[in-house]
């Protein structure tokens, strides 16, 4: 059974930083790829930056150049450095895991990490 555990959240001023880590049960060189989706009140959650198992990265639009998503396959863990935050950036932030097994694919989710940037 695969466990993501998140850690970092936090209440922040805008402008600040926050350093939030996802730990995985196990190696995580098995996933095809993780990331950093977020949540906010009465939206769709939506996808922050994602890390492939080559290193390749992605990101939202509205946080490149603020946000560095990282991986440490020696402690099994992702982060997410997050820079400039943005009252906008307030969310429940959640860490996901997928791998393919037999052409399924099978996602993983954290409980996540509440974000809250005050104005």
């Known amino acids: 059974q695969v466990q993501l555990v998140e850690s970092g959240g936090g209440l922040v001023q805008a402008g600040g930083s926050l350093r939030l880590s996802c730990a995985a049960s196990g190696s995580i060189a098995r996933f095809n790829a993780m990331g950093w989706y977020r949540q906010a009140p009465g939206k769709q959650r939506e996808l922050v930056a994602a890390i492939t198992s080559t290193g390749s990265t992605n990101y939202n639009d509205s946080v490149k150049g603020r946000f560095t998503i990282s991986r440490d396959n020696a402690k099994n863990t992702v982060y997410l450095q997050m820079n400039s935050l943005k009252p906008e950036d307030t969310a429940v932030y959640y860490c996901?895991?997928?791998?393919?097994?037999?052409?399924?694919?099978?996602?993983?989710w954290g409980r996540g990490t509440q974000v809250t940037v005050s104005s």
């Open positions: 996901n895991a997928d791998r393919t097994i037999a052409t399924i694919r099978l996602d993983y």
